[in-house]
């Protein structure tokens, strides 16, 4: 059994990413850079290159610099064009100068590495 002292310190060397990911059931760690896009609305289009952390069947959880906040709609594209796909965000992490980023895929994505 882990003692106080021992929690609090995991606790506390956790990412902004991973304690975001404490709210999501089913996720899983993976590795996939993509290209993350605005869609413009009111703003200039903006985009980033990030890598997906984390993911679940029906969400993906990235870093991001972009000035993104709930409900705001991203484009996500990875190298080989296997991945294109609109996502909706659901929740905004910020820690220690560092901003985590849940995102809520539109729709069915047929080759998504995650199934239900």
């Given at each position: 059994?882990?003692?106080e002292?021992e929690v609090?310190?995991?606790s506390?060397g956790q990412t902004c990413?991973e ?10 760690p993976?590795r ?8 413009g ?14 993911g ?7 870093s ?5 906040e ?7 594209l ?6 294109d796909a609109?996502a ?7 820690h220690?100068g560092?901003k985590?980023v849940a995102?809520?895929?539109v729709g069915h994505i047929?080759?998504?590495i995650?199934?239900?």
């Amino acid at each position: 059994m882990l003692s106080e002292a021992e929690v609090t310190f995991a606790s506390a060397g956790q990412t902004c990413i991973e304690k975001l990911a404490q709210l999501f059931t089913g996720i899983s760690p993976v590795r996939i850079p993509v290209r993350v896009l605005t869609t413009g609305t009111g703003r200039k289009r903006l985009q980033e290159q990030t890598v997906i952390e984390f993911g679940t069947a029906h969400e993906v959880l990235f870093s991001s610099t972009l000035p993104l906040e709930f409900e705001d709609r991203v484009r996500m594209l990875n190298s080989d064009g296997s991945l294109d796909a609109w996502a909706t965000v659901v929740a905004v992490r910020y820690h220690d100068g560092r901003k985590a980023v849940a995102a809520r895929f539109v729709g069915h994505i047929d080759n998504w590495i995650i199934k239900p």
